[in-house]
Structure formats: C-alpha cells, structure tokens
C-alpha cells in the first residue's frame, strides 16, 4: 500500500509538472500601462484571451504564467483604455469628408473662391454643400448672407453649413427649390428675413431641413464607403468607442449591415433622434445591444448653439439685445417627449448650451426623475449653468456631457456673446464635475477635431491650438490629467453605461486599448496635442497601426 502511494504522489508531480503554462492570445509586457481602475493603478502588461483582458501586472509574471504565441514588447512606450468619446457625430465626419472643407477661410469672399474650386473640381455636382464657415473668425463678424452666393452662382443650389452645425447660408436658387419665401415661418427655427428680404440664412433643424432635405443623397454603397473612411479616421487616433448623437433607423441599420460583414471596427453607443420613425420601432423594441452597437438612448435639441446666437438663455444676449436665442421644443413639448421615451427603459440625453435651455431641462428632469437615480440622464454640451441651477446635476443624478475643445474654440469671442458676469458660469467643466464627482468628454466632431488627445490638451490646459491663453482661459476650472483621463475612458463609459465592460483595463473587461509615443500623465501640457496613436486595439484585435 505505501509503495502504490508514493508511485501516485510521484505521478502526480510528474503530471502537473508537464501540464504546461495556461493559455493566452496575446501578451503584452515591458509597458507603462495606466489602468484607470478604482486607484489608478499602473502596471508593466497584460494577458488577452477570447478579446478581453485576462490579467494585469508585472509582464515578466505574465510570461511566466502564460503561454501566447503572439507576444508584444512594447519597449516601455505608453498604454491606456481605449478612448470613449462620449459625444460625436461620425455620420457627419463620413459625410463632411466628401463636401466642400471652408473651414479656414477667413472671409466670405475667400469662401466663394473656395467653393469656385471645389466646382471645377467636381463639374457634375447637382449641389454645392460646403461646411465649416465660422465668422467669428473673419474680420466682419456680422452673419453672412447670400448676396455673393446669387452673384458667383445663379443656376447651381448652394447650401454652406455652419462649423456648429446650428445655422445653414443658402443661395436664392436652393431658397426656390425648397419653396422657401420671405413669408416662410417654421416653429423651433429661423428663415431670416431683413427689410422684407431673404438673407440666405436659416438657423436650427426645422428651418435648414427644408433645403437639406432636398439635396440628392448618397446610395446605401456610397454611404457605407463613407462610413468606413470616417471609422479609419477615428481609429488612427485611438477611438474605440464613439456616441453617436443623432441617428435615424436608416443608417443604424447600414451600421449593424456593416458590422455582420465584420466592416465595423469601431464601437457605437447610439442617440437616436425622437423621429416619428425612431419612436414607433424602438419603443417597441426597447434597447438593445449587439457586440459593437449599443442602442438605449435618444437624443434631444433643447436650443442651438452660441456662435449662432441659437442657444436660449435667460437674457439677451450681449453683443444682440433683441433675441435671447430659440428653444427647440416648447417645454411642454419636452415633457410629453421624455414622458413618452423614458418608460421604454431608453436614456434621455438633451443638447442645453444656453442657461435658460439648461434651467427648463434640469427641471423637467427633476420633476421626473423625482431625485436621485440610476436613470444617469444627460445634459449634453452643459456649456452655460446659471449658478442656481449647478446644485441640480447632483440632485437628480444627471451626467454632464461636455466638450472641452469648445472652450479651445469659443474663448476668443464668447464673452462678446455673453457678456463680463454671464462668462463666469460658462464652460465651467470642473465645477460641474465636482456635483457628482464624474463627467463625461467628446469632442462633438466634426464640429472639431475628432482626435482624442485635442480634448485632452484642451481639458488640462484651458488652451487653444496656439496654446492660447496663456495661463489657460478660466484657469480656474483646469482639470489635472487623471482627471481628464477618466472623462476619455471610464466616465465616459459609464455615461453609456458601459463601465462594467470598458473604459480600463481590468480583468473580464475587453480588450480595447491605445499605445501611445508619450506619457500623457507625465509630460508637458506643449507636448500633448503632438501625442501620436502608435497603435489601436479593439477586442484584442489591432485596428490601426502608425507605420
């Protein structure tokens, strides 16, 4: 008997040790790998298995352990969850990367002979659709009008988006295909019209819409060919997960077509837009998630947008006394509106730039929400909160969803918008993260850049592409770098409620992560925006690499 024992504790050994090492898909090691876990932990690699972290720690360890026959020495360069960009529209990046680019020229002047080239570029183009015109940026910062447009182009519709996306300058020629005249009203939007004349101009959906809605749109093959051009540009930058703000049943149907001929790389948490359409099929069919699209919200206009005098606020406005902005919906209308999607299970996420836009919402949501809440509702942009109204993200639990380059973007002119006392409670993104110590960054591209590391810059140093102003514009509300990290990953993440499945890199999460050339914790704010995306991954798989 004791010899059958000790032949079993020797076969025993024997088995065990031969069984060999556990099995991975990949190991990373000899990294700086930021985690952004609960402690902000940093680590040296990681093992990867079936598209998601396996374990994290030391990579000599991993090596050890685990046995890949894909292994990566990432020769000590910089690693980070995948970047969550928590506010985007990448169907107009598809769709703006095949327009007219106006977006640097400085006058309008500059941007009819912008457009000239674009036509003889393009001769057979039914349409003109150029974007991009900010006349912030010009010398005469009055609103363009289509004076130039009639003269330059009579027979061709010209329609000229602009940089926000709040306010279109069309031609007499697009004005006539679209039946509009200096009688046209449209509740929600503006068809300017000065000493009984149409200027061109349109400001906010209802109005623009009856132009755009004219021009001939791309087939479902173009569409997808512009799609996979706006997801390359995204991956080449380190975005793994971006929120699409505004989607219709059309193209989020192109995009689930796109992901089961495994095309789409990219992860999309969806907005849909509050269409007749949207409402009447996924409020029946609830949300929804597959492996790369998430659909459980809708997205909802409040007002427009500030450089356009669209956004609602409590007074006029500084630099126009006579108007106060628009508000998209009557708040009324927003109420049957959330009444009718929220028992759906659907989140709400509200465009508020204006502080009278933002006080309506807040209280309607309180008024629903009733108090604190797991419902994690969102005011999207968040750019201007009257004081009184702050104390209201913490009461109702509600997300704010800013973007940092808009400070990068406006500061140059948004007290002229607003005024010395109004600046003071606007674009006051650390005062807004301390109400429930989270917040979420996007970007809101193609209205900026979509690169992710521009955000970044922008949030830590309240700076433009210029590095301007110096000391940062309202320095006071700068956010430290970890900070602004969580805003690109994990807050961002659980805006989409999806923490518990991205946003760090932590065992049974996936494998989404970005190697980057710099240390963005410990580096210079100068040398941030340079940062380079040396590599994307998305699952484990790798979805872009900087040769």
């Known amino acids: 008997m004791k010899n059958i024992l000790v032949y079993l504790a020797l076969f025993a050994v024997a088995f065990y040790g031969c ?48 046995e890949s026959t894909a292994q990566l020495d ?45 036509r003889q570029k393009y001769p057979d183009k039914q349409w003109l659709v150029g974007w991009g015109w900010d006349q912030n940026k010009w010398s005469d910062k009055n609103m363009p009008t289509k004076q130039l447009l009639d003269a330059k182009f009579p027979n061709i519709a010209v329609v000229l988006k602009r940089i926000d996306g709040h306010a279109v300058l069309v031609n007499q020629k697009a004005l006539d295909l679209a039946g509009i005249t200096s009688k046209t009203t449209v509740a929600g939007g503006v068809v300017e019209v000065k000493n009984g004349q149409l200027t061109g101009l349109l400001l906010e959906d209802p109005a623009f819409n009856l132009v755009l809605n004219k021009i001939p749109q791309p087939s479902e093959a173009e569409w997808a060919d512009m799609i996979l051009a706006a997801q390359k540009k995204c991956l080449e930058v380190g975005l793994t997960t971006v929120s699409e703000a505004g989607v219709d049943k059309k193209m989020l149907d192109l995009l689930e077509k796109l992901e089961k001929e495994n095309k789409l790389k990219l992860r999309i948490y969806a907005m849909l837009n509050p269409t007749a359409e949207n409402k009447t099929h996924y409020l029946a069919k609830g949300p929804y998630k597959t492996d790369r699209i998430n659909v459980r919200s809708f997205k909802v206009y409040a007002d ?55 006080r309506a919402v807040l209280d309607l949501y309180g008024k629903i929400l009733k108090g604190t809440n797991e419902k994690r509702w969102r005011i999207e942009h968040a750019q201007i909160i009257h004081p009184q109204d702050m104390p209201k993200f913490k009461q109702f639990s509600v997300i704010p969803s800013v973007q940092p380059l808009h400070v990068a973007s406006d500061w140059r002119w948004a007290k002229d918008r607003l005024g010395e006392e109004r600046i003071k409670y606007a674009y006051v993104f650390k005062d807004l993260m301390l109400q429930n110590n989270m917040i979420a960054f996007g970007s809101d591209f193609p209205v900026v850049s979509e690169n992710p590391m521009h955000t970044f810059h922008a949030a830590v140093s309240r700076t433009d592409e210029s590095f301007e ?34 946003g760090s890199i932590e065992a049974g999460k996936v494998a989404d992560f970005v190697v980057l050339d710099t240390d963005i914790l410990d580096t210079d704010n100068l ?21």
């Open 19 to 66: 069984k060999g090492k556990d099995k991975a898909d990949l190991i990373v090691y000899n990294a700086i790998v930021h985690t952004v876990d609960g402690k902000m932990s940093k680590a040296d690699g990681f093992a990867i298995k079936d598209g998601k972290f396996l374990e994290i720690g030391d990579g000599a360890a991993l090596l050890e352990k685990y």
């Open 74 to 118: 990432m020769q000590r360069k910089t690693i980070v969850p995948g970047f969550v960009d928590a506010h985007t529209h990448l169907l107009g990046l598809a769709e703006r990367m095949y327009q007219a680019d106006i977006r640097d020229v400085m006058s309008m002047e500059g941007v009819v002979e912008q457009l000239d080239k674009y």
């Open 469 to 502: 102003p110096d000391g940062g514009y309202m320095p006071e509300q700068i956010m430290d770098k970890a900070t602004a990290l969580k805003g690109l990953t994990i807050w961002s993440a659980f805006a989409n409620f999806e923490e518990k499945e991205k």
């Open 304 to 358: 427009g947008a500030l450089g356009s005098r669209g956004a609602c606020l409590l007074q006029p406005y500084s630099d126009k006394p006579d108007t106060r902005g628009v508000m998209q919906k009557t708040p009324q209308e927003l109420e049957a509106l959330y009444n009718e999607i929220s028992p759906k299970g659907f989140q709400i996420n509200t465009h508020c730039i204006g502080d009278s836009a933002a």
């Open 527 to 547: 040398l941030l925006r340079n940062t380079m995306v040396l590599r994307t991954f998305i699952n484990g798989e790798e979805v872009h690499k900087t040769e």
